[in-house]
């Protein structure tokens, strides 16, 4: 695959698929819910605190394939207390993609908090059945649809 069609893609990718297809949903309110009262029992009790600290969104991206959000549940709990809304946030995003391959995003919002974007891997169907791919230039002939796993990050600076 072309190092230009995979930035593309990923700009689409960010652009439309996490957007409005992930961020904008009520399945990732919930999760946030779900991961910032895991986070909080987990402080108030650490003895019985819970062990799997990773929420995960899947959602069906426009070319069919899927996309998976992953956050911590303690950066669940920071975008609840700090109120972060993500419509707003969404709303940023096509302006703060980054990278030469367009695979990573970076909002800055009120009071220094920055939340950030990284796709950390690929899969799609090169023709063995969909599997994990580590780097779609070298490992892909040509263009295919790409699922997408991102892991979003909040900073209170």
């Known amino acids: 695959m072309d190092a230009l069609a ?12 996490l957007t409005q297809l992930g961020l904008l949903t009520d399945a990732f309110d919930e999760l946030l819910t779900r991961g910032a009262s895991m986070a ?8 019985t605190a ?4 990773i929420q995960q969104l899947p959602f069906k ?3 069919g394939e899927f996309g998976y959000l992953k956050f911590t549940n303690n950066d669940a709990l920071l975008f609840k207390e700090k109120n972060i809304e993500a419509f707003s ?3 940023k995003i096509p302006r703060s993609i ?4 367009n695979d990573r995003c970076e909002v800055t919002l009120s009071e220094g908090i920055r939340v950030s974007f990284k796709i950390i891997g690929y899969e799609g169907d090169i023709g063995h059945g969909c599997i994990g791919i580590k780097d779609p ?3 892909c002939p040509s263009p295919i649809p790409l699922g997408r796993k991102v892991e979003m990050s909040i900073h209170n600076s």
């Open 6 to 17: 995979l930035a593309r893609d990923n700009h689409l990718f960010f652009y439309v698929s």
């Open 40 to 47: 909080g029992y987990s402080k108030k009790h650490p003895k």
């Open 50 to 53: 819970f062990n799997d600290d």
């Open 137 to 139: 230039v070298t490992e």
């Open 61 to 63: 991206c426009n070319d």
């Open 98 to 101: 980054q990278g030469e391959l």
């Open 89 to 91: 946030l969404a709303l």
